[in-house]
């Protein structure tokens, strides 16, 4: 069984910043491709970010780029996202993926399993 637990949500004024964290159980961590993801109310559930196994390659939507980065400790089998510069625009459920054999992803269809969520809201 395989377990993602993020935690770091919460409110920030827009321009500010956060850090979430995703600890994985259950599974090789270090070949597993992680990524981000979030859902707006009423909206799909969008790509953020995502990281191969290694670490060494990293992928971000545009909508992100140059505000969030995504990391990850194969020691700790965990995996980052640090968000500056938030914006209202960022308020979304924000969910941790995992994707087997270190690939990357970039579509939900492409999540092999999800965490709970955790909520981010950026008020103006």
């Known amino acids: 069984q395989v377990q993602l637990v993020e935690s770091g949500g919460g409110l920030v004024q827009a321009g500010g910043s956060l850090r979430l964290s995703c600890a994985v159980s259950?599974?090789?961590?270090?070949?597993?491709?992680m990524g981000w993801f979030r859902q707006a109310p009423g909206k799909e559930r969008d790509f953020v970010a995502a990281?191969?196994?290694?670490?060494?390659?990293?992928y971000y939507a545009d909508s992100v780029k140059g505000r969030f980065t995504i990391s990850r400790d194969n020691a700790k089998n965990t995996v980052y996202l640090q968000m500056n510069n938030l914006k209202p625009e960022d308020t979304a459920v924000y969910y941790c993926?995992?994707?087997?054999?270190?690939?990357?992803?970039?579509?939900?269809?492409?999540?092999?399993?999800w965490g709970q969520g955790t909520q981010v809201t950026v008020s103006s």
């Open positions: 259950g599974r090789t961590f270090s070949s597993t491709g």
């Open positions: 993926a995992a994707r087997t054999l270190g690939r990357p992803m970039s579509t939900a269809s492409q999540v092999d399993y």
């Open positions: 990281i191969t196994g290694s670490g060494s390659t990293t």
